[in-house]
T-cell receptor
Framework: GEDVEQSLFLSVREGDSSVINCTYT??????LYWYKQEPGAGLQLLTY?????DMKQDQRLTVLLNKKDKHLSLRIADTQTGDSAIYFC????????????FGGGTRLMVKP | EPEVTQTPSHQVTQMGQEVILRCVPI?????FYWYRQILGQKVEFLVS????????KSEIFDDQFSVERPDGSNFTLKIRSTKLEDSAMYFC?????????????FGSGTQLSVL
């Protein structure tokens, strides 16, 4: 079945760039997503990328997709303490984009 | 920004009891979902619901589970006879349509503890 894997933890200093990595197994994935979860809150969609794209940029966020290696990354430029949260990678397991397989989440800690 | 609300935030129940988890999706949304996250595990898809019918469901969503939209605003998940392994955070979500460009809005979850 589909599987999405992420490292558990990342610590960076404020102002540095953060890179959160994700690997997935389903080569037929059409859409891949990054969600953010702050303490006590729900999952917030940050960005998504179509599988026919290599890169997507949205303000401080850059998503890179290596389809050959089934590797997805999220780069956060100029990381702020408010970026501290759990970041989930997810892939769509149907073409409707609403049945998602999630990774286990990467906890990002930003030190001042 | 509009939000999905879930109540209660924490529910404690005895094994074998029925529980109903409640969600108020965003008012003009048409598609509704339940996901869950067992402590230390990944967020898992349970079910999607559209036009008063289940659209898709996962293997987890067995006969113990049911969903309902009892009125124009609420969306509920019922677990008929809870088991210890049903303890998890349950997330409700809604979207205006289907497709990758349709954002899924998630609620903040209901933590279900089965004792």
């Amino acid at each position: 079945g589909e599987d999405v894997e992420q490292s558990l933890f990342l610590s960076v200093r404020e102002g540095d760039s953060s890179v959160i990595n994700c690997t997935y197994t389903d080569s037929s994935s059409t859409y891949l997503y990054w969600y953010k979860q702050e303490p006590g809150a729900g999952l917030q969609l940050l960005t998504y990328i179509f599988s026919n794209m290599d890169m997507k940029q949205d303000q401080r966020l850059t998503v890179l997709l290596n389809k050959k290696d089934k590797h997805l990354s999220l780069r956060i430029a100029d990381t702020q303490t408010g970026d501290s949260a759990i970041y989930f990678c997810a892939e769509s397991i149907n073409n409707a984009g609403n049945m998602l397989t999630f990774g286990g989440g990467t906890r990002l800690m930003v030190k001042p | 920004e509009p939000e999905v609300t879930q109540t209660p935030s924490h529910q404690v129940t005895q094994m074998g009891q029925e529980v109903i988890l409640r969600c108020v999706p965003i008012s003009n949304h048409l598609y509704f979902y339940w996901y869950r996250q067992i402590l230390g595990q990944k967020v898992e898809f349970l079910v999607s619901f559209y036009n008063n019918e289940i659209s898709e469901k996962s293997e987890i969503f067995d006969d113990q589970f049911s969903v309902e939209r009892p009125d124009g605003s609420n969306f509920t998940l019922k677990i008929r006879s809870t088991k210890l392994e049903d303890s998890a955070m349950y997330f409700c979500a809604s979207s205006g349509g289907r497709g990758a460009n349709e954002k899924l809005f998630f609620g903040s979850g209901t933590q279900l503890s089965v004792l």
